[in-house]
């Protein structure tokens, strides 16, 4: 048997040099050349090149080899390179004649497991699980068993969705195995929730190219990042990776012919010798996300949109006290980056600031949507975030817990202290109890809050507070009374 892992020959100058033996060994290898593409592969491969010693065979069903796979890294891609003899293959020309013509059945994966929470779900008390609803249930909506057992069968689609399984050939593709399980996974889901899978969705395809000599055929295929499937790692140092030969339905070689289908721990180890890197936000956020009881879980996200990260969690809601929903639901965070010149950015959605190398990180977040900056004459800044609209309980709980809720944050960052909370206001819209405003100078050296509240009367009695800003915080510098002036910076149609 092969060993458990390789490191990839790397070097342009190696590569260069199997090219050199080729051509001077063309007259007896009679090989033809396979095309590559700039930007794509890397230095040009051509059929009936040598082997180098690393290569591993592909072993046919009867235990003897029909051929050599060997791999490069070119920039970030992967190139797996394949000699096979005899070369008598019909390549397929098109989807449909994958499934009676020769082509490379690809699997890959980037880790050998996927991670998952106790089944359960959470309400605004923490989390459940079904023996917590059991004892507790007088009269259950749905056996818990029934609902866990459900939860198992869409667990075991889920974990595929971080395997692929690529059938290609020469300008053919099509993945089987995440796609397969991506619709099975969407029969289990609502409405609501099948978006949270649409991201992980098979897209981005390997790239092949084959071709046919007068004894021995081979194939190149590039493997980029984008068409990798979900990672939890940002420096990733190998894959989980399967290659097999197949004719039709027949697998011809494969490179673990022991594999059991679809689990990585059975894939071969490709060692990088040179990992591929990755960064979430110039601010180098880690690769954990938080729920609001569950916390620093493993996050994963894909090559071609490392802005978007997922945790799979147990959902939290407010009010959920039955086996509900699906158990874990991938959750995304969308996160981004402001650079404010000279070293100096903001990233978010969990604040974080840097300045000439130096980071610093603060419990709270921010809204990309309302995010604008302030310079001080000093050189330090005010961040602000929002006016942002939410609800007043994060579960939507309790008295008024989904009442419209204006949050304003302030921020001040200093590049040698890095970040102190300014200023954090709210005020509560309960129709038609409730009324506010938020009003900011033009030159950020004020803010007013304004309430309104209503009365036995049913009408608003408005009060206000005023907030000047004092060095680096915005403090209470008097109250009023009287409603906001128009236009009004917020109302109830914002």
């Known amino acids: 048997m092969f060993p458990n892992s390789f490191v990839l ?47 591993v065979d592909l072993i046919s069903p009867t235990g003897a080899s029909v051929g050599k796979v060997w791999f490069e890294q070119w920039k970030d891609s992967v190139v797996v390179f394949g000699s096979i003899s005899p070369g008598n293959l019909e390549w397929a020309r098109f989807p449909l004649e994958l499934q009676s013509r020769a082509h490379v059945n690809l699997w890959l994966a980037t880790a050998e497991s996927v991670p998952m929470p106790e089944i359960g779900w ?11 609803y059991r004892a507790t249930t007088v009269n259950p909506a749905e056996d818990c ?3 866990s057992a459900r939860q198992v069968l869409y667990r075991e689609q889920l974990r595929r969705l971080f395997v692929r399984e690529w059938q290609i050939a020469s300008d053919v593709s099509t993945e089987v195995f995440a796609t397969a399980a991506y619709r ?24 092949m190219e084959a071709g046919v000599g007068t004894r021995v055929s081979g194939f190149q295929i590039a493997i980029p990042p984008d068409s990798l499937p979900p990672t939890s790692t940002l420096e ?77 969690a147990n959902v939290e809601a407010g009010y959920r006290y039955a086996p509900t929903g699906l158990s874990p639901f991938p959750i995304w965070t969308h996160h981004f980056t402001m650079d404010l010149g000279n070293g100096n950015v903001v990233c978010g959605p969990h604040l974080r600031f840097v300045s000439n190398g130096k980071r610093w990180e603060f419990d709270g977040t921010i809204d990309e949507n309302q995010l604008k900056t302030l310079q001080l004459t000093d050189g330090s800044w005010i961040l602000k975030s929002g006016p942002t609209l939410g609800s007043y309980s994060p579960f939507g709980s309790g008295r008024c817990g989904a009442c419209a809720t204006w ?4 921020f001040h960052l200093d590049p040698g202290s890095g970040i102190t909370r300014a200023f954090s206001g709210e005020f509560v819209i309960d129709n038609p109890e409730d009324d506010g405003d938020i009003q900011i100078s033009t030159d950020w050296k004020t803010i007013i809050i304004f309430r309104g509240k209503a009365g036995l009367d049913g009408k608003l009695a408005w009060t206000s507070e005023r907030f000047c800003l004092s060095g680096t915080q915005y403090a209470s510098c008097g109250a009023g009374s009287g409603p906001p002036p128009e236009p009004r910076q917020i109302s109830r149609t914002n």
């Open 145 to 147: 068993d029934t609902w």
């Open 407 to 410: 949050r304003l944050s302030m």
């Open 122 to 132: 959470g309400s605004q008390f923490g989390l459940i699980d079904c023996a917590e």
């Open 9 to 55: 020959n790397l070097g342009f100058h190696q590569l260069l040099l199997r090219i050199i033996l080729f051509v001077l060994l063309t007259s007896l290898a009679e090989a033809q050349s396979i095309p590559y593409r700039d930007g794509v592969f890397g230095p040009g491969m051509s059929i009936g090149a040598v082997a180098p010693k690393d290569a």
């Open 184 to 207: 099975q996974v969407l029969a289990f889901a609502t409405n609501s929730e099948r978006d949270g899978f649409s991201r992980i969705e098979p897209k981005n395809s390997p790239i």
């Open 236 to 312: 990733l140092g190998s894959l989980r990776l399967v290659v097999e030969l197949a004719d039709g339905e027949k697998i011809l070689g494969s490179t673990s012919p022991a594999q059991a289908t679809g689990d990585p721990s059975t894939f071969r180890r490709l060692v990088l010798a040179r990992p591929i890197r990755s960064r979430i936000t110039s601010c180098d956020d880690p690769l954990t996300e938080s729920t609001w009881f569950q916390k620093d879980l493993p996050a994963w996200y894909l090559h071609s949109a490392r802005a978007d990260t997922m945790i799979l």
